[in-house]
């Protein structure tokens, strides 16, 4: 992601309860809000406990969920556009998830995250669930059944269901979800826009960091990868573009058009995107390794910014090239970009096709993608670890610079250490930010001056052939800080605690001791 504004709207509090089937309320000996467990005395039996409501990230302890393993995520969704000025910004939103699983755990139970959408009708393999207000902690609940929490002032939105029979580890299993609701404009823990953002032309839909759960029921944490299709249907004339390749052209009927777009690599929920608006969707074109580009712009960016555009998108191919001569093959099954005129005042690396706000300057292009290797391909686990995506990607903005004849990554250090900071700026540990934290300007730049000193810490053999073997090693998967020091310590043979302690955990500007030769 690359940050530049933030909006502020206060988020009042709403718990949204269904009802409809009879809950037993006698409580089991034992039993916590975790769900029941088997009978006791019954030890070669499996016992069926609740899946977590949280993947335990500290940061975002509700994102994600446990008990099961997402594999595919089949998004069928229909979405009107608000209506023109004085209307209000509000639109309308119909879909259907069809998430196929699978469970690592006996299952009673488990979640799903879905934020500010109504849930219609729920299955599981086919048996439809009831929907009921959610039970005190503890109470046993009879049947298949599904309630849904969404509490914003707590930022708790857990939609819980309950399958019968129910699920064995290692079970697969398909969850088919209708819902909807109106769309407005949701925001994230910073008061930033993200999620489904409402444009009055359609929507740009940016989800970093656990911002999907407002458009899909999703286990939103980029530790539960998995692959996407998508098809969505918006009114004839409005262009939907989202992860992925088309794999059959758009059709059109009845004054609406279906795109259809499909991701079969793995891919974190906080990357998935479904843009709508007055796209000129362009022409297919090739990276020099293949690669297919696909280039969604806003027919209402300004002259200025459409020249801007045009000019940064021009040197994709080339980008392409250049990193992938230092970090190996382009790691997904196309690239792109989706141009729109409006703003969440950011871009984000949404996977294969990173959104821009208002322009694609030639940085913010080289910027989101390089995510695609260092936080799209290699996630961090743990949201602490975001300087990982945000170093990295800083840092081959810095290489990308140098190669195409700007000024050296070493100039880039230079000018980023030399002036004079406050003590505030070197306080924040870049390798612990806090959940407020994640894109403060030192996660992005001392996360990449960390990486420079690291490259003259170990020359360049050894920090290239370890950077490769971090994107082999955790391919399509997550990594944390510790697990890449021992990369980097394994091809190297040095011990580099004192280094990473200095970069990423002091809480004082690091000493002036690295310079490329």
Do not use: C
């Not at 990607?393 to 610079?401: C, D, I, L, N, R």
């Amino acid at each position: 992601m690359w940050k530049t504004t933030t909006g502020a709207i206060v988020n009042g509090r709403r718990m949204q309860l269904a009802g409809g089937l009879a809950v037993a309320l006698a409580v089991v000996g034992g039993i916590g809000a975790t769900g029941a467990v088997a009978a006791p005395g019954t030890p070669n039996e499996p016992r069926y406990t609740a899946g977590a409501p949280g993947v335990g990230d500290a940061y975002f302890p509700n994102a994600g969920n446990g008990g099961y393993d997402v594999q595919h995520y089949d998004l069928d969704v229909t979405y009107a556009p608000p209506a023109a000025e004085p209307a209000p910004l509000v639109g309308q939103f119909e879909g259907t998830a069809t998430i196929d699983l699978v469970a690592t755990q006996d299952l009673d139970r488990f979640n799903l995250d879905l934020r500010g959408m109504t849930v219609g009708s729920l299955t599981v393999d086919g048996k439809p669930a009831t929907a009921i207000a959610p039970p005190p902690a503890g109470a046993v609940v009879e049947g298949a059944a599904y309630w849904h929490v969404q509490d914003d002032a707590e930022r708790v939105w857990e939609l819980t269901v309950q399958p019968r029979p129910k699920l064995k580890a290692g079970q697969t299993a398909q969850v088919v979800v209708e819902y909807g609701g109106p769309t407005t404009r949701p925001l994230d823990i910073e008061d930033a826009p993200y999620g489904w953002w409402t444009t009055r032309d359609g929507a740009i839909v940016a989800s970093e960091p656990e911002g999907s759960m407002t458009w899909y029921p999703v286990s939103d944490h980029q530790t539960d990868k998995a692959s996407y299709s998508f098809a969505i249907t918006v009114p004839e004339g409005k262009v939907a573009v989202a992860n992925g390749v088309q794999p059959k052209p758009e059709e059109t009927s009845g004054g609406w058009t279906t795109w259809y777009w499909d991701a079969p690599d793995q891919q974190a929920s906080y990357l998935t995107t479904a843009s709508v608006g007055d796209f000129d969707l362009r022409e297919t074109y090739l990276s020099s390794s293949g690669v297919p580009i696909i280039d969604a712009v806003d027919t209402k960016l300004t002259p200025s910014r459409l020249a801007t555009t045009n000019a940064s998108l021009a040197r994709q191919v080339e980008m392409i090239d250049f990193f992938e001569s230092r970090f190996g093959d382009y790691p997904f099954n196309s690239f792109g970009a989706i141009v729109d005129n409006d703003s969440v005042g950011y871009a984000l690396e949404t996977q294969t096709r990173p959104v821009y706000s208002s322009q694609a300057s030639q940085g913010t292009v080289a910027h989101e993608l390089a995510h695609q290797w260092f936080g799209n391909s290699v996630s961090p686990e743990r949201w602490q670890d975001i300087w990982l995506n945000e170093g990295w990607a800083t840092y081959a903005t810095w290489m990308w610079t140098e190669q195409s004849g700007g000024i050296t990554a070493q100039q880039a250090y230079n000018n980023w250490y030399a002036p004079a900071r406050n003590a505030e700026y070197w306080s924040l540990q870049i390798g612990d930010p806090g959940p407020l934290g994640l894109f403060a300007s030192p996660v992005y730049n001392r996360g990449a001056g960390t990486l420079h000193a690291l490259r003259v810490e170990l020359g360049d053999e050894a920090f290239f052939a370890g950077t490769r073997l971090w994107l082999e090693r955790y391919d399509d998967s997550a990594g944390t800080a510790e697990e890449f020091q021992a990369v980097f310590e394994e091809v190297s043979g040095e011990d580099l605690d004192a280094f990473f302690q200095i970069w990423l955990y002091d809480q004082v500007k690091p000493p002036a001791t690295w310079t490329l030769p």
